[in-house]
């Protein structure tokens, strides 16, 4: 349609993780903050700036770490639906892994 934006492709060297579905439930919140570590951590320098990048991402796991009761408890069983998604859709075990690791890895509700 000619009122609707171009799609455009990834560039190569971005990293990108794949749509999880509103159906699962998982707070936006914390979807938007893992697509975004993934872009700044994984995306190569001709994407982004590594330095800028790097200072962003460590924002958004500082903001992260701040998780505490209620909070936390949703984002370690949001991320618990994520691998079971994640697996039950056969995605790489790198993804996978990934899911598994996010939260102790990043020293979240430690």
């Known amino acids: 349609m000619a009122d609707e934006p171009a799609q455009q492709e990834t560039p190569e060297g971005a990293a990108v993780f794949p749509e999880i579905p509103a159906e699962l439930g998982v707070h ?3 979807l938007a903050a893992i697509h975004a570590y993934v872009f700044l951590e994984g995306s190569e320098a001709a994407v982004l700036n590594a330095a800028v990048a790097e200072e962003a991402m460590n924002y ?3 903001y ?3 998780l505490d009761g209620n909070d936390l408890r949703r984002a370690r ?3 618990a ?3 079971g998604f994640a697996k ?3 995605w790489p075990k790198q993804h996978v892994r990934f899911l598994q690791d996010f939260l102790k890895e990043n020293g979240i509700g430690q």
């Open 28 to 30: 936006p919140l914390l």
């Open 60 to 62: 958004v796991v500082s």
């Open 64 to 66: 992260l770490q701040r």
């Open 77 to 79: 069983e949001d991320m």
């Open 81 to 83: 639906t994520l691998v």
């Open 88 to 90: 039950s859709e056969k």
